[in-house]
């Protein structure tokens, strides 16, 4: 069973930072692209950012210019740096690696926006 570990989530002041980590399996990740999708209460699960296996990345528009999405190879993990977080920016955070039809989640971390 392939298990991906999320980590970073926390309580934040709006406008403060945090960064979530995703430990993906070795066997994995040199060929499976890894989203970063978001859950608030109420609300669809949607993607946020995705970075590829070569690197590219794309962002959902309202987090552009905030939230920056990188992999470690030698560490085989990824990052979600989230800075200028507002409360819209509350829910539980997942990661997701994918390859083809093949998708793999983590249980998720929840980041909260509040002062």
């Known amino acids: 069973q392939v298990q991906l570990v999320e980590s970073g989530g926390g309580l934040v002041q709006p406008g403060g930072s945090l960064t979530l980590s995703c430990a993906v399996p070795?066997?994995?990740?040199?060929?499976?692209?890894v989203g970063w999708y978001r859950q608030a209460p109420g609300k669809q699960r949607e993607l946020v950012a995705m970075?590829?296996?070569?690197?590219?990345?794309h962002y959902v528009d309202s987090v552009k210019g905030r939230f920056t999405a990188s992999r470690d190879n030698a560490k085989a993990a990824v990052y979600l740096q989230m800075n200028s977080l507002k409360p819209d920016d509350t829910a539980v955070y997942y990661c997701?690696?994918?390859?083809?039809?093949?998708?793999?989640w983590g249980q998720g971390t929840q980041v909260t926006v509040s002062s």
């Open positions: 997701n690696a994918r390859y083809l039809t093949i998708q793999f």
């Open positions: 070795r066997s994995i990740f040199t060929i499976y692209d």
């Open positions: 970075i590829s296996s070569s690197g590219s990345t």
